[in-house]
Structures are given as C-alpha cells and as structure tokens.
Nanobody, 125 residues
C-alpha cells in the first residue's frame, strides 16, 4: 500500500521559513517524479514545484514561488522536501505531495498517481 505523509507545516510570520517533508512508503521511490501542490480555501489546487525521478536533476517551479522555494529529494530515505523561504500570506494553503511514475516532472495534477493528505501552512501578516 502506497503512502505519502506530509509534515512540517505550521504557523509562521511573513518573511519566515518552513521546511516541508513528505515520507513515502510502499513504492520504489527513486523511479517516481515528485511534486508539491497547494490549495487555499475556496481556490483550486495549484502546482508549486516538481522534481524528476532518479537524482532529481530537473526541477520546475511556479512563478509565484520561484526563487523562494526549493524542492529536493532524498532517495536513501524515501523523502521529498520543500524548503520555503520568505513566506508571504498568499502562501497560506494546504500543501500536498504527489508521486508520478514518469521521469520528467509535470506541473499538471492529473498525471500524478499518488497523493498525500496534506499539511497546513499558515503565514500571518
């Protein structure tokens, strides 16, 4: 049974930082490209960042987080990370990790095969 479990969310002030983790089990972690998405209240789920399978040599980010967020992966520990710096109130959302059995990361939610339950990030002004 595949499980993706996010952690690391919380309440932080504007300009602060958080590091999200996504622990995976039940799948061959290294062969999956991985992504982070978020969903704010009353809004659709949106793409945040993604990383290719294997060494994670290819990454892609949404324009809204580029330069502030960094996605990375640790295949030895089956864990995905999202380092979030310079946080803004508009970053407030539930953050989800997802796994896609392809090499190249995609920004679209539909291709992802597995999803976590999400972790709440709240940025106060």
């Amino acid at each position: 049974q595949v499980q993706l479990v996010e952690s690391g969310g919380g309440l932080v002030q504007t300009g602060g930082a958080l590091r999200l983790s996504c622990a995976a089990s039940g799948l061959t972690f290294s062969v999956y490209s991985l992504g982070w998405f978020r969903q704010a209240p009353g809004k659709e789920r949106e793409f945040v960042a993604a990383i290719s399978s294997g060494t994670g040599s290819r990454t892609t980010y949404s324009d809204s987080v580029k330069g502030r967020f960094t996605i990375s992966r640790d295949n030895a520990n089956d864990t995905l990370y999202l380092q979030m710096n310079s946080l803004k109130p508009q970053d407030t959302a539930i953050y989800f990790c997802a796994a896609d059995l392809t090499h190249f990361p995609t920004t679209r939610a539909l291709p992802y095969d597995y999803w976590g339950q999400g972790t709440q990030v709240t940025v106060s002004s």
